[in-house]
C-alpha cells in the first residue's frame, strides 16, 4: 500500500521503492520517448493509473523488486517533464490528465524518475479516444490499445474495464456528487451559524451540532459553542458521535464522519484555548480506539484513526501546547489481560499496521505521510492554516509547516514513551524516514526551555530527558540508513544539555 498524497520529493521516492508494484504503483526499468513503441506505453501506463480514484505513480528506472539500475544520463529528462507527458497523453484521451515528474540522481551513478499521475476530478475512467499503433522492427503493426477501450490498473498489471470495478469507481463518482449536492445548503448553513455567532448567541441557544454539517459549518457551530459557554451542549455531540463510531450498525461513511467531527473539535479546542474540551475530544478517539482494539477491527481502521491523532498532535507542537502533546501521547493498550502493554496508542498501532503489510517494514515513512496528506483535504484539522498556506505535495521543501509539525509530534511521542510510558517503552521514530531538518527543531526547544520541559515531561527530570534524548536520537540515526540516512546525532544545544545531565551513548540496541 502507498499513500496518494500527491508527494514528489526524495522521501517519497524511498517510500515508493520500497511498497511495491501494485495497483497504485508501476515500476519500469527504462523509457525511449524517441521510439513510437515506448511513447505509446507510456501513454497506456498514465492512463491506467488515472482511471483508478487517486491516481498513481509511475517510477522509471527500477527493476520489479524497485531496485535502481538506470545509469546517470539515461533518460530524456525534458521528454519526460510533467508538462511534456501530459500534452503526449492528451493526443489519445479527450480530458486532460494531470501529470507532475521529478527526476532524483542516486548514489552510485544512477538516476530514477518519478511520474505522479492525478486520478480523474468526476470520478469516472477515460476510454482511449483513437488507436496506438507502432511498427514493430519486423515490418508488422503492433497495437497497443484501440480507440474506445477503457483500461486501468488492477494489481501490477493494466487491463480491460471489467464488471468487478465499477463497484470501485462508482463509489468515487457517488462521493463526488453527493459532496456536490451538498455545498450549497452548506454554505446556507455556514451563514445562519456565522449570523447567530454576531449576533452574540449565548448557552442553552447554542447553534446545533450534526454529523451532517460541512466542515465550515461545523467549525462555526463549535466556536460559536466555546465562545457562550455551551460546554454541555458540546459534550453531548461528543457522545452522540462516540456512539456512531462505535455502533455495528453505523455506516461506514457516518463512523468515519464522526471519528472527523471529533478531530476537528479537538483541534477547534486547541486554538480556541479549551484544554478540557480537547483532552475529552482526544480521549473519546482513543475510546474508540480501545474498541476496535477489542473487537480485532482491521489495521488499517486503527491507522486511520491514529492519522487523526497525529494531525491534531502536529496542531499542539505548532501552537506550542506542550501539555495537550503529552496527555494524547499516554494512552497504553493492554494486551492479554494486562501482561502486554503498549505504552502508546500510537506504537501499539504501528506494530498491527506492519504486521497487516499496511505499512511495509522498511517504509517508516508511511504513518506520517498519511497525516499530512489527511490534513492537506481536511482543513479542520488544521484550523491555523489556510488553504492558500498548504503547499502541494509535489512542491513540499524543508520548510512545509504540515509535515515538519508531524515529524516533530512523531518524535516527542518517542520521547515521551521513553521517559514516561509504562510496559513497551520503546517507540519507533517514524521521522526517520524523513530528513532531521524537520525534527530538530524541536529537541532543541526541549534542551533551551524549561517550562516546555516541565509541561512536555511533567514526570521526568533533566537527566532522563536528556538519555532518552541520546536513546531517541541514536534510533533514529539507524533506523535513518533505511531511507539515505538523513540523521546525524543531536542538533548543537541538544548535545550541550545532554552533555551537562550526564547522559550516557546509548546501547547497541536502543
Not at 482513543?286 to 487523526?308: C, D, F, K, M, T
Request: charged share 25%.
Amino acid at each position: 500500500m502507498i499513500v496518494l498524497d500527491g508527494r514528489n520529493d526524495r522521501e517519497k521516492l524511498n517510500e515508493l521503492l520500497r511498497a511495491g508494484e501494485g495497483t497504485h504503483l508501476d515500476y519500469k526499468e527504462t523509457i525511449d520517448l524517441t521510439t513510437n513503441a515506448d511513447k505509446l506505453k507510456i501513454v497506456k501506463d498514465i492512463v491506467s493509473l488515472s482511471n483508478r480514484p487517486g491516481g498513481g505513480y509511475l517510477v522509471i528506472g527500477v527493476d520489479d523488486q524497485g531496485s535502481p539500475v538506470a545509469a546517470a544520463g539515461t533518460f530524456d529528462r525534458k521528454g519526460l517533464d510533467g508538462a511534456n507527458l501530459g500534452q503526449l497523453v492528451r493526443g489519445y484521451v479527450d480530458t486532460q490528465i494531470h501529470v507532475n515528474s521529478q527526476a532524483f540522481d542516486l548514489e552510485g551513478a544512477r538516476e530514477v524518475v518519478v511520474v505522479q499521475i492525478s486520478g480523474h476530478a468526476d470520478g469516472l475512467p477515460v476510454p482511449m479516444s483513437k488507436i496506438g499503433q507502432y511498427e514493430s522492427s519486423a515490418g508488422r503493426m503492433v497495437t497497443v490499445f484501440r480507440e474506445g477501450e477503457i483500461i486501468l490498473r488492477e494489481g501490477p498489471a493494466n487491463v480491460p474495464l471489467a464488471h468487478r470495478h465499477w463497484a470501485d469507481l462508482l463509489a468515487e463518482r457517488e462521493r463526488q456528487t453527493k459532496a456536490a449536492a451538498m455545498e450549497d445548503s452548506q454554505a446556507l448553513i455556514a451563514e445562519v451559524v456565522r449570523q447567530f455567532r454576531d449576533a452574540g448567541g449565548v448557552g442553552r441557544n447554542s447553534p446545533p451540532l450534526t454529523l451532517g454539517m460541512s466542515p465550515e459549518s461545523f467549525a462555526e457551530s463549535v466556536l460559536a459553542g466555546f465562545e457562550s459557554g455551551g460546554s454541555a451542549h458540546i459534550r453531548r455531540f461528543l457522545e452522540q458521535a462516540r456512539q456512531i463510531a462505535i455502533s455495528p450498525v453505523s455506516d461506514p461513511e457516518a463512523a468515519i464522519e464522526a471519528e472527523d467531527r471529533i478531530a476537528e473539535l479537538a483541534s477547534l479546542a486547541i486554538v480556541s484555548g479549551q484544554d478540557d474540551e480537547c483532552r475529552i475530544a482526544t480521549d473519546m478517539l482513543y475510546e474508540i480506539y480501545l474498541h476496535r482494539v477489542n473487537i480485532q477491527a482491521p489495521a488499517g481502521s486503527l491507522a486511520e484513526l491514529l492519522a487523526r491523532a497525529y494531525a491534531i498532535g502536529s496542531l499542539a507542537i505548532r501552537l506550542k501546547r506542550w501539555s495537550v502533546v503529552n496527555h494524547l501521547v499516554r494512552k497504553p493498550i493492554r494486551l492479554h489481560s494486562g501482561s502486554c502493554v503498549y505504552a502508546s496508542w500510537l506504537r501499539h498501532g504501528q506494530v498491527e499496521a506492519r504486521r497487516a503489510n499496511i505499512f511495509p517494514a522498511d517504509n517508516g515513512g508511511m504513518l506520517v505521510s498519511m497525516a499530512r496528506n489527511l490534513m492537506a483535504t481536511h482543513p479542520g484539522l488544521r484550523p491555523d492554516v489556510p488553504d492558500v498556506a498548504v503547499v502541494p505535495a509535489e512542491n513540499l521543501d524543508h520548510d512545509d509547516a504540515l509535515l515538519n509539525s508531524l515529524c516533530q509530534f512523531d518524535l516527542a511521542y518517542c520521547l515521551i514513551v521513553a521517559t514516561e510510558g509504562e510496559g513497551k517503552k520503546a517507540g519507533y521514530p517514524t521521522c526517520a524516514a524523513f530528513h532531521q531538518t524537520r525534527s530538530a527543531p524541536l529537541m532543541e526547544i526541549i534542551a533551551l526551555d524549561t517550562n516546555v520541559r516541565a509541561e512536555l515531561f511533567p514526570e521526568s527530570s533533566d537527566e532522563q530527558i536528556a538519555q532518552a534524548m541520546v536513546d531517541v536520537t541514536t534510533r533514529a540515526e539507524r533506523e535513518s540508513w533505511n531511507y539515505g540516512s538523513h540523521w546525524a546525532g543531536l542538533p548543537y544545544a541538544a548535545e550541550l544539555f545532554a552533555q551537562t545531565h550526564g547522559a550516557s551513548p546509548a546501547g547497541p540496541w536502543t
